[in-house]
Every structure is written in structure tokens, then in C-alpha cells.
């Protein structure tokens, strides 16, 4: 599957029963070298990061730390999301309404990415429909390290990857993991210089699949975690896929099934991809990353009906071509 796809490295974690049954890797870590993926190899993990936030979100909520209801611009200083995140003044008065739980539930009105060179504005009044935005959850980024007083590496490292043994997770390049990161590939199959960025939680999470699955087992599978309730809950609609499928919870979206819903995430990145989802219920779950760009989600589906039985349409809705061993 991975030669047929140009896939070079898979990590991969399957739950059963609520705990972590498996967890393997798969191909190479780095094409020049043939160094093999091992499960320690720490993959880029994309937007796979925004549950994990939002997961820490809603604990410094239940902390009493800070209100999901509350706009943001309440809790910080003006100047200080002018400066470190608009770039310039407020261009539209109605980001005066962005809240929390707007940003988790990506009804902040926020696009996903602002155009570069031009003003921040709004695609839509907050809170009023769903529109999935990366720009939201760098706002929130912003207002918890603020609130938080450090780093958001250093947030996330105390309030979730040290208390779950996330031991090779992070949002940020650790020279200390240097020799475990594996090299990425963009959708054609060259090297993307692997080179250090600013953390952002909605996009620069690097990760394994065994880690990834110690955060779910952690949030999804024990019997009623309120975190479980919180990071599905106060679901929206959205247009992904046909209509009524897919919702959007405080965290992840939430697939609509005939057999009970199931809570997912994909990741699509010019030099990596993946997917998480499972279900509450049955206590089962997969989460796979590969190191190429977005054409590594053509190997979810046939990942999904293996992991935990699903025909998952989400793909076909993105149009993704689907994995076919014989082409």
C-alpha cells in the first residue's frame, strides 16, 4: 500500500477496548538513508493538534482559568492582539464577539488562513454558522499563553503531553528529538526542508501514532470523562460532506452514522498528512500519520475499514482520489 500510494513512512496506533493494542511503523523515515520508521519516529502532525488544545482548553476551563463564553478581547489587552496577532489595528469591530468555544467549534467567523498582505476580516458575524479556521485557534493560542504566562510548548507540556507520557510530542522542533523526526516529502516527493518554526497549535504539532493514542485513550475511551462529553459536545452544524453528516464539537467533528456517531480529525499539510477517528461507544479507535503531503489520506479509507470496520465517506467528500492497489 505504501509503495503503490509513494508513501514513505507510515506510524500507525489502533485502540480496542479502550487501551492501545497495536501500535507499528511502516516504511522509511528518510528516502536517502532507507532508515526505517520505529515507533518512536515523531511524525509532523498537523491539524491533529487542535484537539489536543482544544483538550487543554476545556481543562483550564473546569480549572476555572478561563470562560469558553467570555470574547476573547475581554481577556487580553487590545494592543496586545494587534501587535502579536492582527499585524495592525482591528479591521472588523464584530472580532470583538470571538469567544472560546467559538474558536474551538470553528464558528468564529475566522478564515482559515488570512490572505497574505492583506487585512484580517471577518468571513462572517461569530457564532452565527461553522467555517473551519487554523486563524482561530492561533487567536486562541495567543490569548492563553498570555493568560498562562509562558510558552504554549511549555503550557501543553504541563497541562497534557507530561501528565499523559507524550514523551515525543511537542508544537515546537526539539533539538533533543532531532535524530527521530522523520524527513517530509511534499505531494510530489521532494524533501521539505525540515527547518524550526514558531508553534502553532493549529498546524506545527510533531508527534507519534502511539503517543496520539494515549491522548485519545486518555479523552475518549474512559467510562464518561467529562473531558469525553466536552470535547463532542455543543456540536454545529457544517457543509462538509451531505448534509447532516458531519458536526462540529468543542474539539473534533463528529461523523453522523446509522450505528452511532464517531469522533475524527484529519491532518492535510504540504509535507505530511493523517487521520484519527473512533468511537465513544465501542471504545475503538485508529490514528495513522504519514511523512508526504496530502496524498497520504488516500490510504485512510482502506486504514479505517481495517482499523475499526467503517466505510468512511469523508474522503470521497474532499475528493481525495482513493487508494486502489493497482494504480
Not at 126 to 146: A, K, T, W
Not at 245 to 263: E, K, M
Request: aromatic residues 10%; hydrophobic residues 40%; glycine residues 8%.
Amino acid at each position: 500500500m505504501l509503495d503503490s500510494t509513494a508513501t514513505p513512512g507510515l506510524s500507525i496506533a489502533l485502540i480496542e477496548e479502550g487501551k492501545v493494542t497495536w501500535s507499528e511503523g511502516f516504511g522509511v523515515k528518510n528516502k536517502d538513508t532507507e532508515q526505517a520508521v520505529a515507533s518512536s519516529t515523531i511524525f509532523r502532525g498537523a491539524s491533529l493538534g487542535k484537539p489536543l488544545f482544544a483538550y487543554a482548553v476545556l481543562l483550564w476551563s473546569r480549572q476555572g482559568k478561563i470562560a469558553l463564553d467570555i470574547p476573547l478581547v475581554n481577556l487580553v489587552p487590545r494592543t496586545y492582539l494587534e501587535t502579536g496577532f492582527l499585524k495592525g489595528p482591528l479591521a472588523d469591530d464584530q472580532m470583538k464577539l470571538i469567544t472560546a468555544r467559538m474558536v474551538l467549534n470553528h464558528t468564529s467567523g475566522l478564515p482559515n488562513w488570512r490572505a497574505e498582505g492583506k487585512p484580517l476580516t471577518l468571513l462572517f458575524p461569530p457564532g452565527s454558522r461553522y467555517s473551519y479556521s487554523g486563524e482561530g485557534y492561533y487567536l486562541l493560542q495567543l490569548v492563553i499563553e498570555y493568560l498562562a504566562k509562558q510558552p504554549i510548548d511549555s503550557f501543553m507540556k504541563q497541562l497534557v503531553f507530561d501528565p499523559l507520557a507524550m514523551n515525543h510530542t511537542s508544537y515546537a522542533y526539539q533539538p533533543k528529538d532531532a535524530s527521530h523526526y522523520a524527513r517530509s516529502y511534499d505531494r510530489t516527493g521532494k524533501v521539505v526542508v525540515d527547518e524550526p518554526e514558531p508553534a502553532n497549535v493549529a498546524h506545527t504539532l510533531r508527534t507519534t501514532a502511539e503517543d496520539y493514542a494515549k491522548f485519545i485513550v486518555e479523552t475518549m475511551m474512559k467510562p464518561e470523562p467529562a473531558s469525553t462529553k466536552a470535547l463532542i459536545s455543543s456540536p454545529v452544524k457544517t457543509d462538509i460532506c451531505q448534509p447532516g453528516r458531519v458536526s462540529w464539537g468543542t474539539g473534533f467533528a463528529i461523523q453522523h452514522t446509522p450505528t452511532g456517531d464517531l469522533f475524527c480529525q484529519w491532518a492535510k499539510s504540504p509535507s505530511a498528512s493523517g487521520y484519527v477517528i473512533g468511537s465513544v461507544e465501542r471504545r475503538t479507535a485508529v490514528v495513522y500519520f504519514v511523512n508526504i503531503a496530502n496524498q497520504g489520506l488516500r490510504i485512510a479509507e482502506r486504514i479505517v475499514k481495517l482499523g475499526i470496520n467503517y466505510e468512511d465517506p469523508l474522503f470521497g467528500c474532499f475528493g481525495v482520489r482513493p487508494y486502489n492497489a493497482g494504480q
